[in-house]
């Protein structure tokens, strides 16, 4: 039977889905005070629900355009050299929707085997354009089913390094929820392309096909077709104050977090609505980890609207409105 016949289960192992509907985990934003999120805070996105299977029964197979087909257990998969990569993690909002800023997003240490190396040992053929990455969770989402989760990264990415199968999250093993015992981790892009219950890769020609690389996660383009989401546009987060809430009147720290897939160079801060910004500090890029930025502006009594706008390294700046990264604004009272 061939590989790639749909029929063919053995990829996966037997799985049972609980919950078995749409999953969803979330902190408000001013609790991301850490610049690392603690696992128990590590937003949480799984459409069908939490798939789970035995350990013993799952391998990650490596095949399509390999020269030599892998069947990997997590100790093999451990046997690679280690790497750690402190990175965020956004992501992308309503699948078929991109005009929706949902603004979930964390920041946490990720360790795992760099997929290059592990291609290397199987031998990628260097026809193959993209991995196809699919794994056992299965069911509805909104008004769409599938019997799999299947995305598709871009071979280049991978070999650009620190893409990576990830086993720990902050030095712990992968909870359930974040893709136990193995998940796709690749820094810079959207968390959809994350694949969490990695169970298999294989190297193609060609994109993947199923609802989530050609239905769902698919932007409108500028020459009429769709582009994949895969790179997460520049985007920032403020923190304190809360939304909502009430401040003394007086000097405060206006701060968040700051992320994309290209360095964020820029945050400017406006207090009036929109009319007129100031530019904000901001600390360096650690790896591909989100940034803080802070102001210290004066707040006068009265009803405050706060934005943050952040500019990556390219000169890219958020949009206003109707974006899935469309300016942070919160409203608070002071006095
Ligand atoms: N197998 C599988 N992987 C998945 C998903 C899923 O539903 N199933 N959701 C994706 C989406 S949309 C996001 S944003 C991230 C969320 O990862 P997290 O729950 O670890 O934060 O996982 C991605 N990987
Ligand atoms: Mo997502």
């Given at each position: 039977m061939s590989i790639s016949d749909a029929s063919d289960e053995s990829w996966r192992p037997p799985t049972v889905m609980d919950p078995s509907t749409t999953f969803r985990h979330k902190v408000r934003a001013e609790e991301l005070t850490l610049?690392?999120?603690?696992?128990?805070?590590?937003?949480?996105?799984?459409?069908?629900?939490?798939?789970?299977?035995?350990?013993?029964?799952w391998r990650l197979r490596i095949e399509g355009l390999v020269n030599k087909p892998l069947a990997l257990t997590i100790d093999d998969i451990r046997r690679f050299p280690k790497i750690e990569i402190?990175?965020?993690?956004?992501?992308?909002?309503?699948?078929?929707?991109?005009?929706?800023?949902?603004?979930?997003?964390?920041?946490?240490?990720?360790?795992?085997?760099?997929?290059?190396?592990?291609?290397?040992?199987a031998g990628l053929d260097p026809a193959a354009q993209y991995l196809w990455a699919s794994a056992p969770d299965h069911g509805t989402y909104a008004r769409w089913g599938a019997d799999h989760y299947r995305k598709d990264v871009p071979v280049t990415r991978v070999r650009e390094g620190s893409v990576l199968l990830a086993y720990e999250m902050n030095g712990a093993p992968l909870p359930q929820t974040h893709g136990f015992p193995v998940r796709l981790f690749i820094p810079g892009f959207y968390g959809t392309n994350s694949v969490k219950w990695l169970c298999r890769l294989e190297a193609s020609r060609e994109r993947a096909p199923g609802i989530f690389t050609n239905e769902l996660y698919n932007d409108p383009a500028p020459d009429g077709g769709t582009a994949p989401v895969w790179q997460a546009a520049p985007e920032a987060l403020i923190v304190a104050p809360a939304d909502h809430g009430r401040v003394e009147p007086g000097r405060?720290?206006?701060?968040?977090?700051?992320?994309?897939?290209?360095?964020?160079?820029?945050?400017?801060?406006?207090?009036?609505?929109?009319?007129?910004?100031?530019?904000?500090?901001?600390?360096?890029?650690r790896q591909m980890a989100w940034q803080r930025f802070s102001l210290l502006a004066d707040c006068a009594p009265g009803p405050l609207t706060i934005m943050a706008r952040a500019t990556d390294t390219r000169g890219v700046t958020q949009p206003s409105r109707d974006a899935r990264n469309a300016v942070h604004g919160i409203k608070v009272s002071v006095g």
């Open positions: 610049a690392i999120t603690p696992n128990d805070d590590v937003f949480v996105l799984a459409h069908f629900g939490v798939p789970h299977f035995e350990v013993k029964s402190e990175s965020f993690i956004k992501c992308a909002g309503f699948p078929h929707d991109p005009t929706i800023a949902t603004r979930s997003v964390s920041n946490a240490v990720w360790g795992g085997a760099d997929l290059r190396e592990v291609l290397d040992a405060h720290e206006i701060w968040g977090w700051c992320w994309g897939d290209h360095a964020i160079a820029i945050v400017e801060i406006s207090l009036d609505g929109g009319q007129s910004w100031q530019r904000a500090e901001v600390e360096p890029r």
